[in-house]
């Protein structure tokens, strides 16, 4: 059984790595696409969610992580990683500077998206524990 300490330094590594990989991610997509829309916040988020879509999915079916596994890889990667925070100030940005089409299209488009890469996910991770299963077998 981990120790509560060994779960608490994986999510702040697993935080860490997450949040210099959003910054170095929005980054990237805002130098070369713009920042009028904010599509490297709906791109983090969108990864984010096929990411802990397909972890969780790995982890809930195999029960191969180790707590401090499955901390550092979701509540500390997936939750450095992902941005709904950012999330949520932009579109009250754009709402405060009267682009209510905007911020409707960004909500929109980010919930739809996200629920559908996490489905994505988690059905990719099923169908690869299957197909590797049946190989074992």
Not at 66 to 95: D, M
Not at 110 to 135: D, E, N, P, T, Y
Request: some cysteine; glycine content about 14%.
């Amino acid at each position: 059984m981990a120790r509560p300490l060994d779960v608490v330094a994986s999510v702040a590594l697993g935080s860490a790595v997450g949040g210099v990989a959003r910054y170095l991610l929005t980054g990237a997509v805002s130098q070369r696409m713009g920042t009028a829309f904010p599509m490297g916040t709906l791109l983090v988020n969108v990864a984010g969610c096929l990411a802990i879509g397909f972890l969780m999915r790995v982890i809930l079916d195999t029960g191969e992580f180790s707590p401090a596994a499955r901390a550092l890889l979701t509540t500390g990667f997936c939750g450095g990683f992902t941005t709904f925070s950012t999330f949520a100030w932009e579109t009250i940005a754009a709402f405060e500077e009267g682009a209510v089409r905007r911020a409707g299209l960004y909500v929109g488009t980010s919930v739809v998206f996200g629920f559908l890469a996490v489905w994505i996910g988690s059905s990719v991770a099923q169908a690869l524990l299957v197909a590797l299963r049946g190989k074992s077998a």
